[in-house]
């Protein structure tokens, strides 16, 4: 039976939400900007009307502003777009249990078991005029029969679209657009395709699986499943515990790792996806597993329980480091090193705190991992990256993203 999945983005998200709590900024190009009073803050949103002066997500403000001197610059309100957020999937769920958030403005839907009679593109436009009405913002959705090419379709007719794409259309309608714009081609990626002739998502496609395999790996395979229409990922139900078991990342470094500080760096490369992609999935941890491998291939598991949930990647980090100076005396280098959250729970769970923890100062840290997401997930999971990471080059910026494993229960 073939699937209808809905992917629905809101539009400009955090700007629009500062247009409706401001009706004053309606008109103007307006942006929305961490750090306002520094020289080097960025520009974390901005309006359509910003657009045509060449303001984008990731730029300096002080650039921004050479581009636009009109520009509007507010403070981020994340509490508001995290209230947002729960109110808009809140409406989503109306129309399936099937509901996997991929940020804090975006979904998918699955909703093949609650047509009633209705096309994917009728219930598409009536989540629109829902959105519009109950939330005062616009949302653009893509309709199609896998997750890749909806999220394709909700990017092709802002704002406020609808956009279906079909079994029978999608290579006159998806394969004509960039390669860049395919889920998982980020800027390295789209280099490496370029210097081999292949610009759009139809060239990924033509060059096949068996090519791609040879030239990318893995993650070769990936990107041809996605262009040819053969993604069959379901959609995740919210808040489910029972869906995800443990979220993971691990990699066979470059070289040995030789010391204390050469773990710490890959560990927390590694960190940083886990944690990004817990928040994309809902969830917190609240236990903490290390694999290690050595050299000679011997291999081992250690796992550490928190005193709190957490989807941080600094809290994942520092109890992965307790468990490797607890369990290893670095007698023979590392081959390959991996960590993993497990015991998950959903973010909106009841957390018991202590009168040692700073609560204002770890909402601050939260804010900067979502910000740390937005910027990533549009330039790239490197466009950012810690200090500590550039002590080693090799260690520091492997392409982690590209090696989450997402566990379900029941998985062996």
Known sequence: MARTIL??????????IEMLYHPKLRGHPVAVGGSVEERHGIILARNYEARPFGVRVGQALWQARQLCPDLII?????????????????????????????????????????????????????IRERVKFELGVTVSVGVSFNKIFSKLGSDMHKPNGTTVITQENFRETVWRLPAADLLGVGRSTQKKLLQWGVKTIG????????????????WGLYLYTYAAGLDSSPVREFGNEAVVKSVGNSTTCPRDLENEQDAHIVLLNLAESVAERMRELGFMAKTVVISLRLNDLTWFERQLGLERPTFLAPELTRAAMILLRENYRWEKPLRSIGIRGTNLVPMNSAVQTTLFENEEQRMKAEKIEYTLDEIRRRYGHHAVNRGLLLLDGKLGLLDAKADHTIHPVGYA
């Open 7 to 16: 992917h629905a983005d809101l539009d400009t998200c955090y700007a629009s």
């Open 74 to 126: 507010v403070p981020p309100s994340y509490d508001k777009y995290i209230l947002f957020s729960k109110l808009f999937r809140g409406i989503l769920s109306d129309y399936s249990p099937l509901v996997e958030p991929f940020g804090l403005d975006e979904s998918w839907v699955d909703v093949t078991q609650s047509l009633g009679g209705r096309t994917g593109g009728e219930i598409a436009d009536e």
């Open 203 to 218: 060239d990924i496609a033509r060059l096949g699986a068996e090519q791609l395999q040879q030239r990318m790996g893995k």
